[in-house]
């Protein structure tokens, strides 16, 4: 499985965004699907799953909303009420089984896409 993010850029807070990531590779419906994020400094954590339901981190609960679209091989993560503390590279993972919200249980990482907030 590859996986391909876009849709990061440069917002003002309090904004919306919205994350793709595109999956190459067959059973893409066989896989969790996650969105991770690192800030500058910081580790990288997770943010959201999509399987048999959704789950979010505290911090983006409210705010952000994971979707998926069987059809077109895409995760989705919408980011509204952004705040200067979003601001990171976010990352979509995929894996076999179960998701989990540590990020080495997950095999496929996609090259991640930048998001900055200006307050």
């Known amino acids: 499985v590859q996986l391909q993010a876009s849709g990061g850029g440069l917002v003002q807070a309090g904004g919306p965004l919205r994350l793709s990531c595109v999956a190459s590779?067959?059973?893409?419906?066989?896989?969790?699907m996650s969105w991770f994020r690192q800030a500058p400094g910081k580790e990288r954590e997770f943010v959201a799953w999509y399987g048999i339901y959704t789950y979010y981190a505290d911090s983006v609960k409210g705010r952000f909303t994971i979707s998926r679209d069987i059809a077109k091989n895409t995760v989705y993560l919408q980011i509204n009420s952004l705040k200067p503390e979003d601001t990171a590279v976010y990352y979509c993972a995929a894996r076999r089984g179960f998701n989990s919200h540590v990020g080495k249980d997950y095999e496929y990482w996609g090259q991640g896409t930048q998001v900055t907030v200006s307050s």
């Open positions: 590779g067959r059973s893409f419906d066989m896989y969790a």
